[in-house]
């Protein structure tokens, strides 16, 4: 009838509209660096599209971008396939809603028989993800996520990165194994930076996010060098032959073939413990070496993993709690306008 298909078509362009300007800032955060709007101002819109979809879900459309790893992999390096596909991963942004969460899961998992999950708790690390793809112990490729199938090759920029071995250490390494985890500028040494482009009449750079996404999307890996990044490893891939059976587990294989693991993390039995967890780095925050954007908290038992499993967009075992938005780097730039 002419009276509901003229309301459904307007919410069909509010919905087009919607996801379009999700896509518009996704493109220019992925694959220019080059932000508009702050990460807070985009985790709303976001939000506002699951919540149009959660109404309408029969408009949801395949390559909506909540069915979907942002970013992709663009031509200016070689396409990677990765081995296991990467994930972005779920936001909450109150106690409430990650405590609704986490018992959640914790049903999901009493009715799948399990044994009670474990939390591996740690801190969201405010980078760039990288997948290291290590053979017989030998780096012989690093990616950028992309889209999550797809990333781009950056393996000599990767290789300039001291905490990155070229060859693993200790033993047990499986014949193939991928290694994830977050190249970032430590907060110190990126006041420092700025200072010196400063100095130098150049403009500063906007964060230390950006900064470390620009810096390892070079095309010339002497550039990047010059850079202060870091990396910490927070995860796995493609995995046949690993001996560890959990997360914790695994850093602790991870730290001792000599990869960088984080020290901040804890295994946690109850949502009190997380939430007490949070609570304690939302105060110091700002004094850590690295900026972050929020907590992860991860089912630590790879089996409990295996059956929670995955949406095509995000793993159900795990969920990223977002602090309140601060005007953090505004306080950085503070720091830089007063020296
Ligand atoms: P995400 O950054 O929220 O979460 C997934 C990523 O977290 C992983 O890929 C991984 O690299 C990273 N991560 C950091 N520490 C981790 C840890 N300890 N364990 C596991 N993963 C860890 O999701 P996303 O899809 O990469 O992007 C969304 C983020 O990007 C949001 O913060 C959003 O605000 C921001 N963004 C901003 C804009 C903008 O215009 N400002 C646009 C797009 C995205």
Avoid: C
């Avoid at 053979?135 to 781009?152: I, Q, Y």
């Amino acid at each position: 009838e002419p009276e509901t298909a003229i309301p459904s078509e307007s919410l069909r362009d509010e919905y087009e509209a919607l996801a379009d300007e999700v896509r518009r800032h996704r493109t220019l955060y992925y694959n220019q660096d080059a932000p508009e709007i702050s990460d807070a101002e985009y985790d709303v819109l976001f939000r506002q599209l699951e919540e149009f979809e959660a109404l309408h879900p029969e408009m949801i459309a395949n390559d909506s971008p909540t069915q979907e790893v942002g970013g992709e992999a663009t031509a200016a390096f070689a396409p990677v396939e990765h081995l296991a596909r990467m994930y972005s991963l779920e936001d909450v942004f109150s106690v409430s809603e990650l405590e609704a969460w986490i018992r959640r899961a914790e049903a999901n998992v009493a009715a799948l028989g399990l044994v009670p999950a474990k939390w591996l708790t740690e801190l969201k690390i405010d980078g760039l993800a990288v997948n290291l793809l290590y053979r017989n112990g030998e780096l012989v490729r690093a990616a950028t996520r992309g889209d999550g199938r797809t990333g781009e090759d950056v393996t000599h920029n990767v290789l300039t990165i001291k905490d990155v071995p070229q060859r693993l250490s200790g033993e047990g390494h499986p014949e193939e194994v991928e290694i994830r985890g977050e190249v970032y500028i430590p907060t110190k040494a990126f006041i420092e930076y700025n200072e010196a482009l400063i100095e130098r009449g150049k403009a500063p750079l906007a964060n230390p996010r950006n900064a470390a996404a620009g810096s390892l999307r070079q095309k010339d890996p002497g550039e990047t060098a010059k850079r202060p990044l870091k990396m910490f490893v927070h995860g796995i891939g493609a995995r046949e032959g690993l001996t560890a059976t959990s997360q914790a587990e695994t850093y602790d294989l991870l730290k001792a073939w000599g990869l960088p693991t984080s020290p901040y993390y804890e295994v946690l039995e109850t949502y009190e413990e997380v939430l007490a967890f949070i609570e304690r780095y939302g105060q110091k925050r700002h004094s850590l070496i690295h900026e972050i954007d929020g907590i992860v908290v991860k089912a630590d038992d790879f089996a409990t993993q295996r059956a929670l499993g995955h949406t095509s967009r995000v793993p159900r075992w795990a969920v990223a709690f977002k602090y309140p938005p601060e005007e953090v780097h505004t306080k950085l730039l503070d720091i830089l306008v007063n020296v």
